[in-house]
């Protein structure tokens, strides 16, 4: 059974970091790319950052650039994303999503909320 867990959510003052994890587990067949996409109520879901899992090749919002770090480790099946200098326009569900080349499948997400 293909699971998909993010975890690391919360409340972050401006200026703060969190780190956000993402295990998939039950695959059968070789994922080939894992990212990091964004929802704010009333708006579509946006991409925050990529990464392609064979050779590391990342792509980021440019929303993001500078501030987040995207990374993984390909033997746990397992992303991450390292978020810094936290903005309030930030907060949303975070969703990780896993892909094979059969299929997508979407984490159930994770709230990060940037206030003071």
């Known amino acids: 059974q293909v699971q998909v867990v993010e975890s690391g959510g919360g409340l972050v003052q401006p200026g703060g970091s969190l780190r956000l994890s993402c295990a998939a587990s039950g695959f059968r067949y070789s994922i080939y790319a894992m990212g990091w996409y964004r929802q704010t109520p009333g708006k579509q879901r946006e991409l925050v950052a990529t990464?392609?899992?064979?050779?590391?090749?990342?792509n980021y919002a440019d929303s993001v650039k500078g501030r987040f770090t995207i990374s993984s480790d390909n033997a746990k099946n397992t992303v991450y994303l390292q978020m810094n200098n936290l903005k309030p326009e930030d907060t949303a569900v975070y969703y990780c999503?896993?892909?094979?080349?059969?299929?997508?499948?979407w984490g159930q997400g994770t709230q990060v909320t940037v206030s003071s």
């Open positions: 999503r896993v892909d094979t080349f059969q299929a997508r499948d």
């Open positions: 990464i392609i899992t064979a050779g590391g090749k990342t």
